[in-house]
């Protein structure tokens, strides 16, 4: 049974979703901060109930294994209300997950050009073992590949040449105004 539909929309989990390195963890962690929230992030979520970086989940036992364990701990957490969450960039690629998702949280799809994703390479590419051993044409592949997955949210949020504290700033007042008008 997923929860939500019952939870008043001020009381609702926020959720981040988007591909690799657009910003879930940075944005996700202000955005809590600036509405007095817990935050937590699937990914070091998922390290923390493993005792085990997610590059060593993947090496040692494998990506299978780390979507199962991506999905029980969305699934849990996705019970709570009153959350920042930002889940991993391949979590929406579980139909479980996204009906998960968007039934008990107002979900964020953070986008980002082509353009401004390829100049944060260098600082994603070690801790994102998708990322290990691929070319750019195939990251860009990819990267275009996964969009039909974000594609399902309630709001887009085009992240473009904006400081992480600028986009955090707009999703607040976005959400405060639509809590007004639904209150
Ligand atoms: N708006 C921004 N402008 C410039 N750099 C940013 C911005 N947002 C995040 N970054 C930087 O980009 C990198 C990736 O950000 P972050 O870890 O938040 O991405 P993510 O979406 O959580 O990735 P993943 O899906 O792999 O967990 C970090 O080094 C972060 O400091
Ligand atoms: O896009 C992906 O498939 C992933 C993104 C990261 O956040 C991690 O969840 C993991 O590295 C897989
Ligand atoms: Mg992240």
């Given at each position: 049974?997923?929860?939500?539909?019952?939870?008043?929309?001020?009381?609702?989990?926020?959720?981040?979703?988007?591909?690799?390195?657009?910003?879930?963890?940075?944005?996700?962690?202000?955005?809590?901060?600036?509405l007095?929230?817990?935050?937590?992030?699937i990914?070091?979520?998922?390290?923390?109930?493993?005792?085990m970086?997610?590059?060593?989940?993947?090496?040692?036992?494998?990506?299978?294994?780390?979507?199962?364990?991506?999905?029980?701990?969305?699934t849990?957490?996705?019970?709570?209300?009153?959350?920042?969450?930002?889940v991993?960039?391949?979590?929406?690629?579980?139909?479980?997950?996204?009906?998960?998702?968007?039934?008990?949280?107002?979900?964020?799809?953070?986008?980002?050009?082509?353009?401004?994703?390829?100049?944060?390479?260098?600082?994603?590419?070690?801790?994102?073992?998708?990322?290990?051993?691929?070319?750019?044409?195939?990251?860009?592949?990819?990267?275009?590949?996964?969009?039909?997955?974000?594609?399902?949210?309630?709001?887009?949020?085009?992240t473009?040449?904006?400081?992480?504290?600028?986009?955090?700033?707009?999703?607040?007042?976005?959400?405060?105004?639509?809590?007004?008008?639904?209150?």
């Amino acid at each position: 049974m997923v929860k939500g539909h019952d939870v008043p929309i001020k009381e609702k989990n926020i959720m981040f979703i988007g591909f690799m390195g657009v910003g879930k963890t940075t944005i996700g962690n202000l955005v809590a901060k600036k509405l007095y929230r817990d935050f937590i992030d699937i990914d070091q979520e998922i390290e923390r109930k493993h005792k085990m970086p997610v590059t060593e989940i993947f090496k040692q036992i494998g990506e299978k294994a780390f979507r199962q364990m991506e999905k029980e701990v969305i699934t849990e957490l996705c019970q709570k209300k009153l959350k920042v969450i930002s889940v991993g960039g391949g979590a929406f690629l579980q139909e479980e997950v996204r009906e998960i998702c968007l039934s008990s949280c107002i979900v964020f799809y953070l986008d980002l050009s082509w353009g401004s994703w390829k100049d944060r390479i260098s600082l994603i590419v070690d801790s994102r073992p998708v990322l290990q051993g691929k070319s750019l044409e195939d990251m860009e592949k990819l990267f275009h590949e996964r969009k039909a997955i974000y594609s399902t949210h309630h709001s887009k949020i085009n992240t473009d040449k904006q400081e992480a504290e600028e986009i955090a700033d707009y999703i607040v007042d976005s959400l405060k105004l639509a809590w007004e008008l639904y209150e």
